[in-house]
């Protein structure tokens, strides 16, 4: 099985306009897991899938990030990356990385987060205005 771990600490914080990364190390049978992406959970509010990749490097974005983040991953060195540019308060959540298990790529076709069996502890992100 895959297992997620974000780096970088609990939290971040950005200014309005501004720029973060987010990081997370894939481990273990990194092999059987086709579709790995980020959703995002703000206080009071359903889990939102933003961003999908699939192991053939096609990638999908919700449209409420759609232009202003990017999703990549180093597959040598088992890392899951999220670029996220033009930062808005909105954009003020807790951040997972994720992994779909197996071969279907659902979320990666959908972000349907039900798809998602594992996912990392958490990073939140405060964007302020």
């Known amino acids: 099985q895959v297992q997620l771990m974000e780096s970088g600490g609990g939290s971040v914080e950005a200014q309005a306009g501004g720029s973060l990364r987010l990081s997370c190390v894939i481990s273990?049978?990194?092999?059987?897991?086709?579709?790995t992406g980020w959703f995002r959970q703000a206080p009071g509010e359903e889990r939102e899938g933003i961003a999908a990749?699939?192991?053939?490097?096609?990638?999908k974005y919700a449209d409420s990030v759609k232009g202003r983040f990017a999703i990549s991953r180093d597959f040598g060195n088992n890392m899951l990356y999220l670029e996220m540019k033009n930062l808005k308060p909105e954009d003020t959540a807790s951040y997972y990385c994720a992994a779909e298990p197996g071969y279907s790529g659902g979320y990666c076709h959908t972000l349907g987060v039900w798809y998602l069996d594992v996912w990392g502890q958490g990073t939140l992100v405060t964007v302020s205005s």
């Open positions: 990749l699939d192991r053939v490097g096609a990638t």
């Open positions: 273990g049978d990194t092999y059987n897991s086709y579709c």
